[in-house]
């Protein structure tokens, strides 16, 4: 009998009991909000990004939702390190599935102090967030777009810990596949692809200005499920480690597809907003169904099968 069990994978000693991993940023990084996505189905949570010290982010508003996208322009707002460690290791602690920590910083030597402040909480893995689009050159660009920079943050937080690292890579580049073989060369043990696309503008036509505070912002939902697919199919046919699929996965066959590119796990953010915090379990479900309705007996199966017509 084809049961939810068939979903369940483990990484590096961490028990995914579903594919479906909480997004960075979405829900925050307190102890009760994560455990709460877990009761709703996610088979692991990531953080907010995490930086070296206090930061209050951008202006209101600095989200907008509409039918087939969101664009957010946060601005990594986070309150710092060492303020984050108590409630990271409670919500390791209270956690029942993997937590992963996501961090950034300005210098491959800043990712590496969070790390070494971070890692007493002792989560499961860490994601190096180097990849955000709406933050100009301060964080993100010159790491996310540069293999040599990007692999030199790997080697830095890996000198620090030894917890497994993910790499969130950014699409917003030439080439996706040069950085992702750089990070896996300098030891990143895994990749989550992709952070939101842009930046992208939205103007308010009786305002006759932007949206956003800080007039663009990162574009996630729905509209980058495409991006999403194919940068996930070019990184399985390039690298080894396993791939978080991140972007517009909004359902069980959402899932399926990203798998069948090559993803290992499949992250979700924007369609929180739209299926509500249970999405999750929703999500799971129907890729259960998609699966027992078409004879596959376990992710396995599906993982990258699209590479082999
Ligand atoms: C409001 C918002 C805040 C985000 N904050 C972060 C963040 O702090 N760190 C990060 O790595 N990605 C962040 N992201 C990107 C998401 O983790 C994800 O990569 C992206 O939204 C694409 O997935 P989705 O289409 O399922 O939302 C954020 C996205 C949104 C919508």
Redesign the pocket.
Known sequence: MHTLATLSQDYHGSVFSNPTVL????LGVSASSLANVIRNGAGAV?T??VGPAARAGHPNPV?IATDGY?L?A?G?SNPGAEASVEELAAAVRGCSAPVIA?V?GSTAQEFADVVRVLDAAKPAFF?A?I??PNVGSEFGRPFGTDSAAAAKVVEEIKGETATPLIV?LSPNVPDLVEIAKAVCAAGADMLCA???VGPGMLIDLAARRPVLANRSG?L??PA?KPI?VRCVYDLYRAVDVPIIG????STGKDAAEMIMAGASLV?????VYYRGIDVFAKVARELDAFMQEHGYAGIGQLRGCAHDA
Do not use: P
């Not at 997004?23 to 979405?26: D, F, L, P, Q």
């Not at 991140?246 to 996965?249: A, D, L, P, V």
């Not at 992250?267 to 369609?271: D, K, L, P």
């Open positions: 997004a960075a940023g979405i990531t907010k990004s989200v969101l957010n946060v990594l996501s950034f994601e967030n990849s955000c969130k992709i952070n939101t990162g996630s939902g980058i999403a991140t972007g517009g996965i992250g979700i953010g924007s369609a």
